[in-house]
């Protein structure tokens, strides 16, 4: 198989001959082999692994995405950002535990925005109601 692992800015995997890819989904953990049926999914915060020809398990932390199979013998998974390593300890306590705290942080961000964007329309309401008694504008 093909695994491809892309992000924004790079391409951080991407070779023929893997012998098997495993990833994880919001239903757990998955696996793929040749011949795959085609399905698209979209990845959790977690690492993604794969068997390359030589037997050996490669690792890369992703900070979420998506995970295609196309045609049996292609898998590409797509990314926000991918850390490639080999020590599957290090990626996942220190790599992941960044990505799940960024992410933690884009949440709070986007809360907080939007908590103003309602703040300000409902400014923008208060000046465009009727005035009490009044059938015009204020």
Request: aromatic share 4%; glycine share 10%; proline share 2%.
């Amino acid at each position: 198989m093909r695994l491809r692992i892309v992000t924004p800015l790079s391409i951080a995997v991407d070779l023929d001959g893997v012998g098997s890819v495993r990833a994880e989904d919001e239903s757990g953990g998955f696996g793929i082999l040749p011949g795959h049926a085609d399905f698209i999914t979209a990845l959790a915060v977690s690492v993604v692994s794969w068997r390359q020809a030589d037997g050996h398990w490669r690792h890369c932390a992703i900070r979420g995405g998506s995970l295609s199979a196309e045609g049996g013998k292609n898998v590409t998974v797509t990314s926000r950002e991918a850390v490639v390593g080999d020590d599957l300890e290090n990626l996942d306590k220190v790599v992941l535990a960044r990505f799940v705290a960024e992410a933690d942080a884009e949440r709070k961000e986007h809360a907080d925005s939007t908590r103003m964007q309602l703040a300000a329309i409902r400014q923008i309401m208060r000046h465009l109601r009727p005035a009490d008694g009044e059938g015009g504008w204020r």
